[in-house]
Structure formats: structure tokens, C-alpha cells
């Protein structure tokens, strides 16, 4: 349920719609708009009666929600989320660029490669601290050692820091030393993980699942939404199809799904989303192309060396190509005065 | 990496080989056979240089070994594991039937569920008191509650319970309640999940996830039993793919694959596998003919009036139907006397 | 649009409605069944006015579809459409067994595989002449010289002979020489061949794409009987999902989805549908117990020298296994005393 | 198979080794390297025993070829191909635009899409006669009428026509009255109509099935050069996951992963791709970006009244401010000068 506030409603026609959603047991979420206020109703079981509402004063329209989400819904909020992570913004005016190895290895590995990320001018350092594994042989991370290093790149680069966090342990840990909380892909649907990530303070960042259709995307960013952590920032990362030629298939078509939609940002993850070097960089192109709002990539000082998806990770100079030439195409489709963006 | 020694090596040859893999920071699993000692190597993070023992006295090769799995593997235990829920076993001589609701909704429901399988001699019942549900605002279960009425159905049918842990607290409450911990779809690659459920001493039912492979799923169960609990059920519940026909697509060709590699029991989900009524029963009897060890099978005293997933769940009727239709094929297929089994 | 005759409705009142039917530009299908008849409308490009007929004398009632086939639909033909095909039938009372090699080798292959084919009871022959194979350098059938050993097939062991036609050519050579002409996964969606195959007055198997969906392949069979071939067998051989433990994942929910909608019978190709001989004669009991009307399963003399598929091959021996198990349980699911069928 | 002498072998022994592959029955083909000779084997049906090579004098290493395809590839001929359709090429330094109408409708829609097509200074017309519909009672194309419309507006406009042939007589027709045979994606591996296309002297647009891997993609290219008709453009218009919000899922990594292996060109087709009228633009651009030669795009004077795929084509005025923004962006990536083309 949506409800829909007139222009010149009053503030007191709004704590009036308020009180009737609490006293009918479920939950009201304000969102002020530039032109009218919306408030979303949260916490109802199956659908509720639009008549408890529409004649109430200023209620210009009380709509039943045929889709599931309504948190994430650009109908609740026209305009685009702007999500604050540590001293930058994602989903504004400027690419955001999240670079860094996949898995934190050691000092020197995870210095060299922060020392590219921030001559590169991105803002924000990504590395893994606990990595998910497909084997349980397989290198798992250094844990809070690692976080504790990212903690330090901050204090030396002023680059904002993105890590994953498998449990709810790890969503304390990075909510300690990190600025964004990753939920990775295998977990997208682990709703009492997402449940844990709404109730803090710090954005997400919510890759889809292998297998995620768009409405479980969103549905899942509206688990950590529903707890009042509105700061979610979606990923593409490629999807698991029957093509073998890369590791998955990015779906490039979600991006301008996602913001006709929602008002969400939506970067996107050439790295994972490919799992090949020489693939990484045509395909970050055409994500800042397609309208993404930022790129994660992998960068490692000696790839051959990675303890984790080393084929995937570009050089830092590969990795500085890279940057130069997305910025060139964000300039040309973002630019107000080319009119690229879609009215989306 | 698996070293296989010559015919004729020495036992101090064997000594050397072991003394370098631990100079190298390995462990080594000496495993004599009848004709030759192999050397299993473990402990290693990345691969390892096979010119470390090739030229060592009495070594025949050392070979990388592929695959990532080593518990799961008839190569370690040939024999089929039986695996006791409560007090009875699943992977044995009998075809195991876990039945009951999707999801618990109260007492009456519940009990008219439990009367029905324990009616059909089933020694299994299910229902979800935790619900992973795709929607925050669906209805996510009874929790607790809905654990103590499983553990009411137990006392008075004797039914072994199974049912859902979605995070830690839930894999207390069902250790402390329930006979077996249901580790859903979404979850199979909730990698802290599958530790924690690894460190109970309750056996855990594995869900195969929507987009897993054959060796993600082993390697799943992998996690779990390298915590030190070898008491795994595998589930094949269906896969996401194109067809539209079904909710997913039962890929019962992993059966046979399961029993030619592991010597874990796999059981088949008809009802989520479908997500049909009509559907259930004609795959449940090809799950029981293709060589499943049991099924999970939704019933619903009032299919029309359930929370979740009405649309797939058996009225008592049909699912005693399905139950004596695919006794007759276990009959038929597992019977020694028919010889029908393959040398899995 | 189909129109349903009143049960008392007079040779002449169906005459009337097809004058109709033609006197609006498009084509008449009498379909007579039990109590009623049924005529389905074709050539329409749009929907067409239920007004035109409604009111004629002995109409029932005037049905637009929905669903975009019309002559497989059981609302067209209640009953089960029996296939005869040479002097045996696929979809009535008997379990259809078609065998033999992937592709036609020489006559000593030939003849060894026809044997084990006759000696097994079953009634039809399979065997590649013009084979579909991925590479242009593979190898691509005997042709001709392989119908004629087909032909020879028949008259030696009475088998009746299906086989696959890629092109018009082929459709010729095979309804010459052949029973059944069996259109490939590879061309459900030739149009041309499939509207020319419906021209012929020989049954035709039509399997199912790699990607098809259930309409897809219902709508590909349309394209057949529209042409006035109403002789068509549909074949589920599995379909291309991320799976990677079988060639194909083999579906086998779309076996009662088509008992469901449609008159036709469907078959399953547990062969290549899994692509690994182990894996067959698990697939082929599944198939049966799923209700399928028969199966299509590769046999040869010697499936290591096989020049084409030998991983899936059965050796005779095998083969001779697997006819006696899914017979069993055939007799188990069909037997209308054990009320397994589904009321499909 | 592939036979690498050593450095230092002789010509003798190089003699020596095309005499036992001569007396084999194949054809060898000798490739002088800089530093070393390689043998290549062709003629070969099955694999060939290294055995038979690896111990004569000079021989380095027998290869077994694991991957099928020989005339794509780039070891054959590093340059990059650029086709010549019409007066114009494809391939080469130029953006390759193809549009116009899904299906020829009449006279006023084919030109007024033409003369928008002109005006952008596209080179390409595209427009369906002969249209592969789902359904035999869909609109099935216009034919040999449409095909002589396409040869006015070539008369008219200047513009090239590419088009779709669906059966052997559709390949004649469409060489007579245009300029490049389209052959569409359920007509991929259809083999027949591969050769028989093959045979013909115009270029062939070859797209890629919807449930093709790169390999089937380039094995189809090459049945078609097999017979001596080197022009192939491919097209990547979407595969078939089970992503719901777009038509087709387009996997934009094929690009980068032609570009290594092949020498041909390959375009992208972002309006079959994505089905969605707002999502061309953007897939169009993140295809230019992506590295594509070319791109097609459907453009109707008025989509909501089109016969076929009216969802996903763009008015003329969307039609022009696309084209705008993907020369843009291919000027960008292009230009030498920018130094973003890969090293493909």
C-alpha cells in the first residue's frame, strides 16, 4: 500500500494517515518528495483496504502495490538515492570506481594495489576479508586481520572502503572498520543475513545472485529497507547461464531496468561478471555505457600470483587504461548537455 | 595432490616423501593398499609442484588431483552412509517419505497434516517454523512456536521432525527441537551457515540450490562435514532454467551422479521441484524410479487456504495415493531380487 | 477460435459452420470425438468474431483461444491421440520402444543393433542417416545408402523404421524408405521443414529444442497439423541449462504438462538427454514412471567405436536390462487396475 | 591434430612425417614458423592417434586440436575480415548500421522507415519477407513482394538490404533481390540451410541461436565457409536465460571473445536482445562500447501498429537520437588515437 499525500497537505494530514497505519498494526515509512509527500506502509500480512485511507484529509490517492517491493519503488520516490559511503557519494553526478583485490592477501599486496586505486582518482578500496569458497579447501581470507589493514589504506589513501560480510559476526566486524558492508552474490538471499545489514548504520552493497530474476533483486534490497537501512546500493555481477566462453554472463539489460523502477543506484562487476583479463575492460565500457552508475573491478600488483580468481584481475596499469577510458564514456553519456540519460 | 608410490617402494621411501610434504607446510594421509601406498596431501591453499616428489626415491607420479572434494567421495568411504534421523535412517534398505506443510500455520493445521503422514507410515515430518520467503512482507513463519508444535507432533506420532534453520539461532532452536536440520536452497552456499550446522551433532538435509552444480552442492555438504558432522542427506529440488511450464526444472539426472561419486544419500523435493499439484505425484514416482533414497513431499489438509505455496502442497487424499504408488515402485527398483540397482 | 457442436447436432449443421469457416477466408478442422464434435478454425490472422457462429444451428458454443495452438489442445479432441506408425502404434496401451545406433555406420553395426532391437520386443528401429552434427567436419551419415539399409531393416526383422529427415530432400528420402520422420532438436523452429514435413502422409517425431518452451514445441507441432499432418509424437530430450553433470538436463515435468494440454504422445530420450551411458537406464525408468508413452534409446553393437554419441550408447546387453526394468514398471503405472494413470 | 617438429628437425624428417599422414588417408599442411615447423592435419573424421607421430625423428609433440574450428580462426588469418555488402563493407573503420522494420508490412511503412534510415546515414536496410513466427497463425511475412519493395528502396536510397531466408528457396530469392542472407537464430544449426548458403556468393549475417555456445556460433560460420563463402558477419542478439525482465538476455562478452579467436566481424542486435523499446538505446551504446563492428536495430514510422515485435521498435526520432549517440561512442573507442581497441 501507498499512500499518496496531496501537494498541500498539511504535516498534520500527514501524522493523521500515520497514526491509522499504526493503529492498524502495520509500519509507515515518510518519504518527502519535492512535489507531494508519499508514505509507504510496511509490516501487513496480505493486501490492505485503500478505504481506511483515501478519505482521510489531504490523501490524494491510497494505491494497492501490485508488485511486491514498494521501499525500493521510484513511485514512492521519484527521485534517484544518492547513497553517502564514508566521504563519497554513489549515484550522483560522478562514475563511482570500487577497486582492489578480490582477496586480501598481505600488507604489501594490499598496499600496492591501493596505492593504483587512488592514483587512479577512484574513491573507494574493495578487498576481501572473509572470502566465500566454493571448496572449504580453499583459502578463506585473513578475517579481522584483514579489515584491519583496510582500516589502514583509509588512514593512508583516504579511499572509502567496501568488504564483504558472510554472517552476522562479519556485518558487525565491517561495520567497525569498513565503510560499506558487501552482501555477496551467494547470500543475496540469505534474508536473515540482509535483515542483520538493515538494522546498521553503514550502505550496502547487494550484488544480485547467480540466479536472481530482477524482482528478487529488488526484493531482497527491500529486505534491508524494511529494517530501516535505506542506504543499498545494487550490483550486476553476471548471472549463470548455459554460455561457457566467460565464467558468467553479465545481463546488461538490468541496469536500465533497474532505474526505470527503482531509485536505486546499480553499478556493475566486469571482474566477476566475466572471470577473464582481457574481457574486463570492453565489457566495464559498456556498463558505463549502458548507464551504471559505478564499476567494482579487481585489480592485483602480480595477478599470476592472486590466491583467488587471479585470471580475472587486471595489472594496475591495465587497470589505469581502464579508468581513462570509462571516464571518457561516462563523460559522454552522463553529460547533461549531450543529452544521453534516458528519462529514466 | 596424491603421491602413488611404486610397487616395490620402501617403507623408508614412504617416511621421505611424507618428511618433505611436511617440510613444505602440508599434512600427508599415508593410505596403503593392496598392491601400493598412495599418499594423500592436505593443508595445501593453492596446488602444488608435482617436481617437489617426482624424482623422489620410489615414487611412481604425483598427480593433481582435480577434483576439490575428498570426504563426500566413494574413493574415501565406498560403502552407501546411512544416515539415522531421530529413530530412523535415510539411505537404507527403506525408501524414506518426509511429509507434512510447507509452512506451520497452527495447531489444527498441523496436526490434521501429521495425522496424515503418520497415517501413510512415513517416519518423517516436515514444516517450516523459519520461512525464507522471496518477499519481506511475506509471511515468515511461526518460529519458535512453530519448532515446540513439531516437537508436540513427535511426541504423540512418533514422527522424526525436519525442518528449517535459516541462520545460528535457528540451527540452536532446530538442534534443540527437531531430529534434522534443513539447510534450504538459498542458503546451500551460506558458507557460515554450513559450518555452524557442521559443528551440531543433528543430521543436516542439504537443498541443492536453484543455479548449483553437481560439484557446488558436494562441495557444500563438504563444508558441513569437514566441521566433523558426516550426517549430510543431499536434496535435488529443482533448478531455475528457461521452462516455464514448472516453477523449476527437477533435474533427476543428478541422482545417478550423486551415487556414482558419493556415498551420501539423495532424497527429491516433487513438490517445490514443480510447483504444481498435478505434477507431484508422476515426478515423485520417477524420483523413486530413477533411485532416490526418499522423498519430501507438501501436504496440506486445506491446500486452498495455505500461507505458502498452496499451489503445489496434496490434499491427505492424494498424498496417500502418491505414498502407495511409490511404494510399489521402490519395490520394484531397490527389490536385490530384481537386480534394478545400479552398481552405483 | 473453435467451435463445439451440441451432441445432437446434425451432419449438415457442421457442414453449414465450415461454409462459414470458409466463406470468411480461413480453414476448417473436423474433429470428431465421442459425444460431440469439436472444429477447429485456422488461417485467421487475428482473433475472430464468436458472433459469426454462435447462432448457427447445432453450435454449442464458439470459443476464442486464448492459448495460441489450437489443433494439439484436448479441448479440440478429449481423447488420447493413438499413433499408428508402420503396424504398430505410439500412445496407446503398449509402451513404445524405439532403438538402435545414433548414426548408421555399415551394415555389420546396422544389423547387430536391429537384432538386439527385435529380440527386445520392441517395435521400432532408430538409426541416423543424415545426422545434425555441430561440426561441418564431423561425421555426417551414409544418406541414402543408409535409408536403404533402414528399408532392409524393416523387411528382415519387421521393425518399423523412424528416422531423421534435416531438409525437404531428406523429408522425400525418408517418407520413400522410412515409417516415421523424426524432425531433430536442432530444427523445431524450421518452419519450412516443419510445414513441409506436415505435407506428408507419414507420423512424424518431433523433438523438443534445446531452448524450447512447452508452447514452443506445442506450437511447433501446430505448424505440422496445420498442414493437415495430424500424425505427430513429441519427444522431451532434455535442454540446456548451467547443469554440467549430463549433457542435457532432461525434464521430464513436461511430460505430464503435455498429457495435460494436449491429445499428442509424448516420448523421452534418456540418451541424449543425459549423454552418459551410465546415467540411461536410471533416466529411461523415471521416464517411464513419469508417464511417458514410450522411449527412444541408443544401442550399439560396440559404443567404443561408435562414430557418434558412443558415450550414451547402450551395448545390447544393457539395452535388453533396461527394456526389462521400465517394462516392469510400465506395467506397474498403466495398468489401469492400479489407477496410476493420472485423469491427464 | 597438430605436429610440432623441433627446432632443429630436417626438412627430411618434416617429408617423412607428410608421407605417414598421406599414407593415413589425410591431408597434411606444412606451417613454417620462425623458429620451428608445424604440421597440420586435416581430412581426419574422427581423432587421430598421436602415436602414430610422436616417435618419428623430429617430431617435438603431437597435439591433439581440442578446439573444432578452422576457418575462423585467427591462426589461419590474423587480419581482421571486412565484408563487402552491396557498395558498402562491414568490418572495417566504419560504425555498420542495419535498420528498419521487424517485418515488411506495405509500401508506406517499408519507405517511410527507409527514408529514416537514409537520413541517419546508415548503409544498411534491414526487413523481414519471410518471418520465422512462434505460431503458424502469426503474421507470416509478406514474401517475394516484400523482398521486390526491398529492391526499390535499394533503387531509391542507396541503402544495402539484408534479410532473412528461412528455407533453400528463401536463400535464392533473397540473392537475387539482396544484398546479405540473414540467417536467423532458430535456424542457427540448421545445417543444411548453412550450406546451401554456403554455395551462394553474397555475405551471410549468421545470428547466433538463442541457446548456442561460442563454439556452436563459430562451427556454424564455418559450415558456411566449408563451402567456399568466406563472407560471415555474426550477430549476438540475446540468449535464453531465466532472466524475466528482457525479451532475451544479451551476452555482450561474445564481442571480445570473437575478436580473439576469429577474424570475422560481429554486430549486435540490442532490439530482438532486450524486446523492450527503452532498452535499445542503452544496450545499443553498451554494445558500440563493448567492441561490436556494427549494431541492427528495428525502426518502425509506428510501432504501436506494427505486425510483429511492435514492443521493441523504435519511432524514427528514437531511431535518430541513437544513432547519434553510438557514433559518438564509437568514435571514442574506435579511434586509433584513443588507444581503446583491444589487442584482439
Redesign the interface.
Known amino acids: 500500500m501507498l499512500i499518496v499525500m496531496k501537494p498541500d497537505a498539511l504535516a498534520s494530514d500527514v501524522d493523521k494517515v500515520l497514526q491509522v497505519i499504526e493503529a492498524l498494526g502495520f509500519r509507515g515509512h515518510t518519504l518527502p518528495g519535492e512535489n507531494r509527500t508519499a508514505i509507504g506502509v ?4 496480505g493486501s490492505v483496504d485503500p478505504a481506511h485511507f483515501e478519505n482521510l484529509p489531504g490523501v490524494a490517492d491510497a494505491i494497492r502495490v501490485t508488485k ?3 521501499l525500493i519503488s521510484k513511485e514512492l520516490r521519484p527521485e534517484k538515492s544518492v547513497i553517502t559511503v564514508g566521504n563519497a557519494t554513489i549515484g550522483g553526478s560522478e562514475l563511482a570506481i570500487i577497486a582492489g583485490p578480490c582477496a586480501l592477501e598481505n600488507h604489501d599486496q594490499v598496499f600496492a594495489a591501493a596505492e593504483a586505486v587512488a592514483e587512479s582518482g577512484a574513491r573507494f578500496f574493495r578487498g576481501g576479508a572473509f572470502k ?8 578463506q581470507g585473513l578475517g579481522i586481520d584483514g579489515l584491519k589493514m583496510l582500516a589502514d589504506v583509509r588512514d593512508q589513501y583516504g579511499l572509502n572502503i567496501v568488504t564483504e560480510a ?3 559476526h ?1 556485518v558487525d566486524a565491517v561495520a567497525e572498520y569498513g565503510d560499506c558492508i558487501q552482501i555477496g552474490a ?2 543475496m ?5 540482509l ?1 542483520y545489514a538493515g538494522l546498521t548504520k553503514k550502505p550496502v552493497l547487494l550484488k544480485r ?3 536472481a ?4 533483486l529488488l ?1 531482497a534490497a ?2 534491508i529497507m ?1 529494517e530501516g537501512n535505506y542506504d543499498v546500493i545494487l550490483c550486476e555481477r553476471g ?8 565464467r558468467n ?9 533497474v532505474h ?1 523502477l527503482t531509485h536505486l543506484p546499480i553499478i556493475v562487476d566486469p571482474s566477476h ?2 572471470g577473464h583479463n ?2 574486463v ?3 566495464a ?7 551504471a552508475d559505478g564499476l567494482i573491478i579487481e585489480v592485483h600488483p602480480k595477478p599470476e600470483q592472486a ?1 583467488c580468481d587471479g585470471a580475472q584481475a587486471l595489472t594496475p596499469a591495465q587497470y589505469a ?1 581502464l579508468v581513462s ?1 570509462v571516464r ?2 561516462y563523460d ?2 552522463a553529460e547533461p548537455a ?3 540519460v ?1 528519462s529514466n
Open positions: 510496511t509490516g501487513n500480512k511486491p517491493y514498494k566465500p569458497r566454493t571448496s572449504p579447501y580453499a583459502f558472510m554472517d552476522e562479519g551467494r547470500n538471499q540469505n534474508f536473515s543475513l535483515r545472485g547467480l540466479s530474476t530482477l524482482d528478487e526484493l527491500e529486505y524494511a548471472i549463470r547461464t548455459f554460455a561457457d566462453h566467460a554472463t553479465i545481463d546488461l539489460s538490468i541496469v536500465p531496468a526505470r561478471g566475466t582481457y574481457m575492460t570492453p565489457l565500457r559498456a556498463g558505463v555505457a549502458v548507464g590466491l587504461d577510458q571518457a564514456i559522454l553519456v549531450h543529452a544521453f534516458e
